[in-house]
């Protein structure tokens, strides 16, 4: 672990050379970006699709909600383990195997008319996603050093990953206008031709000396934990909070993940070392990425389904009107390692904070007749500068002094923490704006809102209470 001295190139600011890339160095950072673009695009696509695919198979909303939900089980559940497995038996290997099985049931997800097999291929994409991701980071934590060079790397891999999603929405109502299917095939040729490049260009790296004990064991409370946990968390409100399953799930889960940390803490090579979590900036910036991702994307989705089952918005029409946000984000990456420079991450972390809770309260004054100009756009505006802000700052936060051997943990430490903090949130979320059950069609537009109020409301309390995790370093000179 590298001390506090060294600690401060990355996330303090600092006077630094300009960043010069070899053409090699590029295109690396190119395919990763790209398969992480893929990533988010093929999320926000599908979910602009979802009344499409209910009404060509012929599904209601509890079954709709599983062709996301198994995304986020596979995703969430495998994230930690999938950086953990790159570290050991070789980033390029496993970055390569993953997309590969992503292309694979893209393809297959785009032709059954089973929805049961379609579900099926969303919960395998979100296990290849759990790989990718984090490999994908790690790969350029690897090969780019830290300091400016990695920092700037960073800002523009995960300004990818948001811009992917964003812009997603667009591309998924250009998509879902030729067909539903579209949404899944579009991303396999994308898929198959970075698969080749990345065979040309990503270098070939060495597993870890400490692959001699792969901590098996470890692997699979770790995995089972997790699939239980994630798997509660987003049934929980269709089962009941209270109910003996959501319990026993919760208790279950913990149980598996106990027996892991016991694990852990005896082999001689354990799958997570935890000592990295004392680390205070490593514990806060997922704390920070818990916050940034809950709240946003429970946000989009109450701002969705208000758009559309309220004031009766198409989907395209929805996306274009968040589509400022996104273009804030995609706009901001080649000056984002900049900015971490100029005033470091940390003071990036709170005003991104800042921005995105001033953002969600300012939201809650729209009515049911808002003026988009008005009303909506300085919320969007906020959001998409608080994201651009927060998430590429709080990545180099999370991996900044961690030694290349333990790059991948750290990877998929971030990593998870914003897909599990996005199911937490957006279960509860979900809990509270379904309780009344009713038809968008049976009730007023007033209404409606009303039940949706909560949500906004617990938006926006998650981002203050991130921004004041974020904070506590500061407070605490303060108070000295």
């Avoid at 600011?13 to 893929?38: F, G």
């Avoid at 706009?331 to 470091?344: H, N, Q, V, Y």
Wanted: aromatic share 8%; hydrophobic share 55%.
């Amino acid at each position: 672990m590298t001390s506090p001295t060294t600690l401060k190139t990355s996330v303090e600011p600092t006077l630094a050379t300009a960043v010069r890339w070899t053409r090699a160095q590029w295109l690396l950072l190119m395919v990763v970006c790209t398969v992480l673009a893929l990533d988010g695009l093929d999320v926000s696509m599908v979910g602009v699709a979802l009344p499409s695919i209910g009404q060509e198979l012929h599904l209601g909303t509890d079954s709709l909600q599983w062709i996301v939900s198994a995304y986020v089980l596979g995703y969430g559940s495998l994230l930690l383990l999938g950086g953990r497995l790159a570290d050991l038996l070789g980033r390029r290997r496993i970055f390569l195997i993953a997309l590969t099985v992503f292309a694979a049931a893209s393809l297959l997800g785009g032709l059954v008319d089973d929805p049961a097999v379609l579900i099926a291929t969303r919960f395998v994409k979100g296990l290849a996603a759990a790989f990718t991701a984090p490999t994908g980071f790690s790969i350029i934590t690897t090969n780019f050093a830290e300091g400016r060079e990695r920092n700037k790397a960073l800002s523009i891999f995960t300004t990818f990953g948001a811009s992917g999603f964003s812009l997603g929405l667009v591309v998924g109502g250009l998509m879902t206008s030729l067909s539903w299917r579209w949404t899944f095939l579009v991303s396999v040729p994308i898929a198959v031709i970075v698969v080749l490049l990345g065979m040309k260009f990503i270098p070939k790296d060495k597993p870890s000396a400490e692959n001699s004990g792969h901590d098996i064991w470890g692997a699979v409370t770790l995995a089972l934990g997790m699939l239980g946990l994630v798997y509660t968390l987003v049934s929980a409100p269709e089962q009941g909070w209270g109910s003996v399953a959501t319990i026993a799930g919760f208790a279950v889960s913990v149980a598996v993940l106990a027996a892991f940390a016991v694990i852990e803490n005896k082999v001689k090579h354990p799958l997570i070392r935890f000592g990295i979590l004392k680390e205070g900036w490593v514990a806060r910036a997922n704390l920070s990425a818990v916050g940034l991702f809950g709240s946003y994307l429970s946000f989009q989705f109450i701002v969705t389904m208000f758009l559309q089952s309220v004031l009766g918005w198409t989907p395209l029409g929805m996306a274009l009107a968040l589509l400022p946000a996104g273009l804030l984000v995609a706009t901001s990456a080649p000056f984002a390692d900049r900015l971490i420079e100029k005033f470091g991450a940390t003071q990036l972390i709170l005003t991104g904070l800042t921005a995105l809770g001033l953002g969600y309260v300012l939201f809650l004054r729209v009515g049911t007749t808002p003026n988009y100009a008005m009303d909506i756009l300085p919320s969007v505006v906020l959001l998409g500068i608080g994201f651009a802000l927060a998430f590429p700052s709080i990545n180099v936060q999370a991996t900044a002094g961690i030694k290349d051997s333990e790059q991948g943990l750290a990877a998929g430490l971030i990593q998870t923490s914003t897909q599990v903090g996005a199911a937490l949130v957006l279960a509860v979320t979900t809990a509270l704006v379904s309780g009344h059950g009713q038809a968008a069609g049976t009730v007023s537009a007033q209404a409606m809102l009303e039940q949706y109020r909560p949500g906004l409301i617990l938006s926006a309390a998650v981002a203050i209470a991130a921004l004041l995790v974020a904070a506590a370093p500061a407070r605490r000179r303060a108070t000295r």
